[in-house]
């Protein structure tokens, strides 16, 4: 069985670690979550499951997860505003929008590669 606020708290770790120019091309070190949300989500729903969910906001759509019935967006320190949430079903497709192959390779593989290194770590705990 899964712990899944655990899993959260981890793949949160490991994507601040993760994001760079090459999983998006808005990314600076001041505000590492900028220009991430598609390829999160995306991201995040291969690890753990649940839905995509979007909101539309000023600058375009925002994508996130809700996982077992909990909103959870890994980007919102993206923006200085609060989100006011729509939480509106989105497909894969919808979010694959918002980044390109390359960016999604990346994030994915650096993602796996992290996630896989700390589940032996808490494994041998």
Aim: glycine fraction near 4%; charged fraction near 20%.
């Amino acid at each position: 069985m899964m712990d899944t606020e655990h899993d959260i708290h981890r793949l949160k770790q490991i994507l601040f670690q993760t994001w760079s120019l090459q999983s998006s091309s808005k990314w600076t070190p001041q505000n590492p979550a900028m220009g991430q949300c598609g390829v999160t989500s995306l991201v995040v729903q291969e690890l753990l499951g649940g839905q995509l969910v979007k909101t539309k906001l000023p600058v375009g759509w925002h994508y996130y997860n809700v996982i077992n019935g909990r909103r959870y967006d890994f980007t919102e320190s993206q923006f200085a505003e609060t989100i006011r949430y729509d939480d509106l079903l989105a497909t894969r497709d919808e979010a694959f929008s918002d980044t390109n192959d390359r960016q999604y390779q990346y994030l994915r593989q650096s993602v796996l590669q992290m996630w896989n290194a700390s589940s032996l770590i808490d494994r041998d705990l």
